[in-house]
């Protein structure tokens, strides 16, 4: 979490979005974004939070996907830091 934002990254959650993504969420907002290009997939959230999402996912990206596939295959992630 950072600036408002959650962030979460699913168990076995490759069947309905089959590209590598987090969902986020800010005040009543909640979005899928894939995570190679911060594209929002489903949903919304605020532009100057979608910006500060972007930042973070490109800084974190390395750190992201080899979350993304240990969530897939059920194994423990690790924390990212936050962004400052």
Known sequence: ?????IVS??????KQYRLPHIHVAYDEQE???SIPDGVVIEGEI?????KLLQAWIEIHKDELMANWNLAVNGNKVFKIEPLK
Do not use: E
């Open 46 to 50: 605020q532009v100057n939070k979608m």
């Open 1 to 5: 979490m950072f600036y408002g934002i």
């Open 31 to 33: 979005a899928v974004v």
């Open 9 to 14: 990254i699913y168990y076995f959650d490759n």
